[in-house]
């Protein structure tokens, strides 16, 4: 996940911190319904990849919960972008992720 979370932009202390604690998977609450369809609808990814659930995850911090990228952006330390991404994957583990 952090490997390829640098891959699309963010720096290394981001992709540490916001990876940590990140579910491996989804499970089949409404985020990881989202999820599924972000895949088929972006080249067809395969949802089981580590691949898919970045680039989700970093479609999602661009996009639907901006506010929380933008706070990412703001960090200086993995300390600080692990707290910064803690309210989003609380949502992801309370919508089935």
């Not at 067809?44 to 659930?53: G, L, W």
């Not at 990228?69 to 583990?93: F, N, P, S, W």
Request: proline letters at 2%.
């Amino acid at each position: 996940m952090i490997e390829e979370l640098m891959r699309l932009g963010w720096k290394d202390f981001h992709a540490e911190g916001a990876a940590d604690g990140f579910p491996s998977s989804f499970g089949a609450g409404k985020r990881a319904r989202l999820f599924r369809d972000w895949c088929s609808s972006h080249g067809k990814q395969d949802p089981n990849t580590v691949e898919a659930r970045a680039r989700f995850y970093n479609y999602e911090l661009r996009t639907t919960m901006s506010k929380i990228g933008q706070h990412l952006r703001d960090t200086e330390t993995t300390a600080e972008a692990t707290i910064v991404t803690a309210d989003y994957k609380k949502l992801l583990r309370s919508e089935g992720a």
